[in-house]
């Protein structure tokens, strides 16, 4: 079983639109969490870590939901320029930060 | 600011060849890493570097050997280049404390795409 799942996509939505991501990790250990941003043939980018309470940045909220494991990225009023592939990150510490990525998700934000 | 720069951004191999990826970071980083990254496999650890003297295999470091040269440097050697290695390969550093933290992010670099014949 992988460490981190996401549903690959592609999510099409016109602009304007609210989006949700989910992502699954397996390891109840888990202690940090974080969702990156991937733009085509570039590299990730830290987008935002996700808090036990949630959390808020402009128009993206991240919540983790421990008991289920699971963790989420709402993006409301979508930009063109959101399009990119969205990477769930989930932090098994062992001595260094070592983190394990999910697949991607697919997002293109249509004019 | 330049944060994490790798070299070389492309290169082709013939199945044999050796190489070495450069990886050097600027922001005082006591951790980095070397991934690969592959369509539908997302980033796979290949090995990390905690602190400066140490360097650990990830999940994935068949083929490959690394040195961490001094805090700034991690190096990712390929001693005999397999068409399996056709990939792009990310270092990322993290962790200006020690011991480190387990929710700092990662800096990447922008990539070396790598092509073996």
């Known amino acids: 079983r992988k460490e981190v799942e996401q549903d690959p996509g592609p999510f099409n939505v016109p602009e304007g639109a609210t989006v949700a991501f989910n992502c699954t990790y397996s390891n109840s250990a888990s202690q940090s969490f974080f969702w990156y941003r991937q733009d085509c043939r570039k590299e990730p980018k830290l987008l935002m870590s996700v808090y036990s309470s949630g959390n808020e940045d402009g128009r993206f909220t991240a919540q983790l939901n421990r008991a289920s494991q699971y963790i989420s990225l709402l993006i409301r009023d979508s930009k063109l320029s959101d399009s990119a592939t969205y990477l769930c990150v989930v932090n098994v510490a062992s001595g260094a930060n070592n983190l394990f990525f999910g697949t991607g998700t697919r997002l293109t934000v249509i004019p | 600011n330049a944060g994490v720069t790798q070299t070389p951004k492309f290169q082709v191999l013939k199945t044999g060849q050796s190489m070495t990826l450069q990886c050097a970071q600027d922001m005082n980083h006591n951790s980095m890493y070397w991934y690969r990254q592959d369509p539908g496999m997302g980033l796979r650890l290949i090995y990390y570097?905690?602190?400066?003297?140490?360097?650990d295999k990830g999940e994935v470091p068949n083929g490959y050997n690394v040195s961490r040269l001094n805090k700034r440097e991690f190096s990712l050697r390929l001693e005999s280049a397999a068409p399996s290695q056709t990939s792009v390969y990310f270092c990322?550093?993290?962790?200006?404390?020690?011991?480190?933290?387990?929710?700092?992010?990662?800096?990447f670099g922008d990539g070396t795409r790598l092509s073996i014949l």
């Open positions: 570097s905690a602190s400066e003297g140490t360097t």
């Open positions: 990322a550093s993290s962790s200006p404390e020690w011991p480190p933290k387990p929710n700092q992010p990662q800096h």
